[in-house]
């Protein structure tokens, strides 16, 4: 994979366990993580878990188990893509060519320069969410799909429209994985939304303030 991705044009770094990928982590930034669920030493899920405490470079998570449940712990553990093997290196590319497109991408331009969430203030422009003066840590993809919601307030949108508005190729199921995660940041009660809401039969709506 790392020789099929760099004849494609990418810079690859290669590591063989856990132990080696953060030390590689501590010497240099990256831009996306293409991670074993199966590496030795820690399981790919627990290492995403550790790492998203500190760090929001995407992850794509690499499985050999493509159960519904293994999909939805991938994602719950932060990662932004799941693939399951048997794969097409090209398949792989096409992942990775759309998820450093999303992180690449600009954010539209929105009415307000600060959007209210109950206690929270996100600055669109700055890409930047605050609780007080202390700002909230967001994956890349969390961080995605609130500009997406932020430059819409008050608009339903469905499942499709969220997935091609962070640029194709996220599943239903995986918007609803992350749209979980980005409620247990923003709501006093994430089971009982208040500012992102599901419109039943219709998709999500953010209710700023």
Request: aromatic share 6%.
């Amino acid at each position: 994979l790392g020789r099929y991705l760099r004849d494609n044009g990418y810079h690859v770094s290669s590591a063989s366990s856990a132990a080696e990928a953060r030390a590689a982590l501590d010497g240099m930034a990256f831009d996306l993580i293409v991670l074993d669920v199966m590496m030795p030493g820690e399981s790919g899920i627990d290492f995403t878990r550790g790492l998203r405490r500190s760090a929001t470079v995407p992850i794509l998570l690499l499985t050999a188990m493509g159960e519904p449940e293994d999909r939805i712990a991938g994602l719950e553990s932060g990662a932004d893509d799941y693939l399951t093997k048997p794969f097409e290196p090209r398949e792989l590319l096409l992942r990775v060519e759309t998820i450093l497109r999303r992180t690449a991408a600009q954010p539209p331009a929105t009415p307000s320069t600060c959007i209210r969430i109950g206690e929270f203030r996100y600055f669109p422009a700055r890409d930047e969410l605050l609780r007080g003066d202390e700002p909230v840590r967001l994956t890349t993809a969390e961080a995605d799909l609130l500009r997406v919601f932020a430059a819409s307030p008050g608009e339903t949108l469905s499942r499709h429209v969220l997935g091609e508005r962070l640029g194709g190729g996220t599943s239903r199921r995986a918007i609803d994985v992350q749209i979980a995660r980005l409620r247990r940041k923003i709501e006093p009660e994430p089971q009982n939304p208040r500012y992102l809401q599901t419109v039943w039969g219709r998709g999500y709506v953010l209710r700023a303030e």
